[in-house]
T-cell receptor, first 114, second 116 residues
Framework: GNSVTQMEGPVTLSEEAFLTINCTYT??????LFWYVQYPGEGLQLLLK?????DKGSNKGFEATYRKETTSFHLEKGSVQVSDSAVYFCALIALGGATNKLIFGTGTLLAVQP | GAGVSQSPSNKVTEKGKDVELRCDPI?????LYWYRQSLGQGLEFLIYFQGNSAPDKSGLPSDRFSAERTGGSVSTLTIQRTQQEDSAVYLC??????????????FGPGTRLTVT
């Protein structure tokens, strides 16, 4: 079946550190891939997406590249800020089904310290 | 414009009671999804609506859960005879039906349900 695996948290970094949150997926065909972010006390927000192999999604300094060879979609940011502290969810939509339902990873809590 | 809204934001109910959760999608969005976020299960899909029909109900955990959508807009998720394991945050999302933006789902703030 379709699934998403992402690294366990929490991830604790100092401000301006480099961030990587690993995400790998299992899916039939070529899914669309997403990163969602949930800031404290807020709802889920779409951070970035990629819909085909080698696409790079980017937003707010975050990037992720759709790697078909390694079935991965790792999230990166060159210099994190305290305001980036949140829970990050990797997700996929498996195309060709009756629905565009999102399948989520378990989430990774990021805590950035000043 | 207005985003997805959900009500109530918090609901505390006694075990065995019925509850109704409401979702107002973004105007013009024909696709509507319900998800559940709980500590033990993470984020899981419940049901999908396209217009007023529900072609995918595969995520509903039991026959105590049902949902409807009327007028292609507002949706209600009903949980009958609530159990403690139903305690979770229930999230609603909507998206447009066509093009690449059909993959972008916009989430509401959720309803936190606590069953005592």
């Amino acid at each position: 079946g379709n699934s998403v695996t992402q690294m366990e948290g929490p991830v604790t970094l100092s401000e301006e550190a480099f961030l990587t949150i690993n995400c790998t997926y299992t899916a039939t065909g070529y899914p669309s891939l997403f990163w969602y972010v949930q800031y404290p006390g807020e709802g889920l927000q779409l951070l970035l997406k990629a819909t085909k192999a080698d696409d790079k999604g980017s937003n707010k300094g975050f990037e992720a590249t759709y790697r078909k060879e390694t079935t991965s979609f790792h999230l990166e940011k060159g210099s994190v800020q305290v305001s980036d502290s949140a829970v990050y969810f990797c997700a996929l939509i498996a195309l060709g089904g009756a629905t565009n339902k999102l399948i989520f990873g378990t989430g990774t809590l990021l805590a950035v310290q000043p | 414009g207005a985003g997805v809204s959900q009500s109530p934001s918090n609901k505390v109910t006694e075990k065995g009671k019925d509850v109704e959760l409401r979702c107002d999608p973004i105007s013009g969005h024909t696709a509507l999804y319900w998800y559940r976020q709980s500590l033990g299960q993470g984020l899981e899909f419940l049901i999908y609506f396209q217009g007023n029909s529900a072609p995918d109900k595969s995520g509903l955990p039991s026959d105590r859960f049902s949902a409807e959508r009327t007028g292609g807009s507002v949706s209600t998720l009903t949980i009958q005879r609530t159990q403690q394991e139903d305690s979770a945050v229930y999230l609603c999302a909507s998206s447009s039906a066509s093009g690449s933006s059909s993959y972008e789902q916009y989430f509401g703030p959720g309803t936190r349900l606590t069953v005592t």
